[in-house]
């Protein structure tokens, strides 16, 4: 089975501490992606990775930024968070070649920040 | 740009009963679709998929969805609802390319009643 794990289930933060939320899969996936979830506006897209230090933005990057170091690990960063990056944090990942982009996601990260 | 609605935030839907969830979606080629089901503080799991062929595909946990084309729909259904059915449900479109993202609608929080 795939596996993507995430470093934390609950978090819980200051305003304007640095924030890093870890993904790990084991299937060697291509792509790595980071949701977060709100009630009321699903997942939006943050960033997404197609390779080893490569990234995109995806459709809400503002305040965050990504690191993709090695194949297996996708980390999100939040240089300095804020009250309204409290979210559920999703992590997905996906092989790459074209007909098959289905998504396998973590177990999520509930962020606080206060 | 992709879209998807769901137009029903929540369902209530009593044991034993037969239940649909609707999904529209805006793709301008031919879509891959997807319903995720996320169970409360879990990640989300794969229901069912269409990427081609029979419009009608069977899931996993008895759930069924028919893609319809000229409607640009697919609706999630399940002949016989079971009270660990209660989730969030979400519909998603995506393209091609195994690197993009794909568009999540809102979700429908669905209620078992007894």
């Known amino acids: 089975d795939v596996k993507v794990t995430q470093s934390s289930r609950y978090l819980v933060k200051r305003t304007g501490e640095k924030v890093f939320l870890e993904c790990v899969q084991d299937?060697?996936?291509?792509?790595m992606f980071w949701y977060r979830q709100d009630p009321g506006l699903g997942l939006r897209l943050i960033y997404f990775?197609?390779?080893?230090?490569?990234?995109e933005k995806g459709d809400i990057p503002e305040g965050y930024s990504v690191s993709r170091e090695k194949k297996e690990r996708f980390s999100l960063i939040l240089e300095s968070a804020s009250t309204n990056q409290t979210s559920m944090y999703l992590c997905?990942?996906?092989?790459?070649?074209?007909?098959?982009?289905?998504?396998?996601f973590g177990p999520g990260t509930r962020l606080t920040v206060l | 740009a992709q879209s998807v609605t769901q137009p029903d935030i929540h369902i209530t839907v009593s044991e034993g009963a037969s239940l649909e969830l609707r999904c529209n979606y805006s793709?301008?080629?031919?879509?891959?679709l997807f319903w995720y089901v996320q169970s409360p503080g879990q990640g989300l799991q794969l229901l069912l998929k269409?990427?081609?062929?029979?419009?009608l595909v069977q899931g996993i946990k008895g759930f069924e969805a028919e893609f319809k084309r000229s409607q640009s729909s697919f609706n999630l259904r399940k002949p016989s609802v079971h009270w660990s059915d209660a989730a969030e449900y979400f519909c998603?479109?995506?393209?091609?390319?195994?690197?993009?993202?794909?568009?999540f609608g809102k979700g429908t929080h669905l209620i078992i009643q007894p």
């Open positions: 997905a990942s996906s092989f790459s070649h074209s007909g098959n982009n289905e998504q396998f």
């Open positions: 299937m060697d996936h291509e792509n």
């Open positions: 990775s197609y390779d080893v230090k490569m990234k």
């Open positions: 793709y301008g080629a031919t879509p891959y």
């Open positions: 269409y990427f081609s062929g029979d419009t």
């Open positions: 998603a479109v995506g393209g091609r390319g195994g690197a993009d993202g794909l568009t």
